[in-house]
């Protein structure tokens, strides 16, 4: 039987700017918001966008590329995998779920500095599995990220 397959597509404009961390390791991670947005026809035959929501984290280089790069009205094709984290909410004692979209590979687009317009650049996750490049639980403790959230 196949192993199966975790591989996502967004192109979007980022919603906010980003918020970058940095781990006891050194390790950059950064997590922003995505839109990507439908265009559909509804019942009276109108067009109607219809936005949908992605919360992305990005490590390492890309997060650095990230930081230096991305801010909100950016628009960014990326690729990556989708993961759910869980954790108990220290003040209700509730379990907590979160869908995101772990950033393997990510380009630039549009102008922008640096870039001619209508230009793009693209980077990429380096797959690592020194022990190194883990997510400390204390720094994200609130988050609910651990080591084993790390996708390398």
């Known amino acids: 039987m196949a192993k199966g397959v975790n591989k996502v597509f967004l ?13 006891p390791n050194g390790m950059t991670v950064a997590s922003f918001s995505l839109a990507t947005a439908e265009r559909a026809k509804d019942a009276q035959g109108n067009w109607t966008d219809k936005t949908e929501w992605h919360n992305l984290v990005a490590f390492q280089r890309t997060a650095e590329i990230v930081r230096d790069y991305v801010k909100k009205g950016t628009q960014i094709f990326v690729e990556g995998k989708i993961q759910t984290r869980s954790w108990d909410d220290k003040e209700s004692g509730q379990k907590k779920y979160r869908t995101e979209i772990l ?3 990510l380009s630039l687009l549009g102008g922008g500095a640096g870039r001619s317009e209508g230009g793009s650049s693209s980077y ?13 639980q204390s720094d994200y ?8 959230d790390i996708p390398f």
């Open 11 to 23: 192109l979007g404009n980022v919603g906010k700017d980003p918020e970058i961390r940095t781990t």
């Open 103 to 105: 950033v393997n590979e």
């Open 124 to 136: 990429s996750t380096p797959r690592s599995s020194s022990s190194g490049a883990a997510v400390a």
């Open 141 to 148: 403790a609130d988050q609910g990220i651990t080591d084993e």
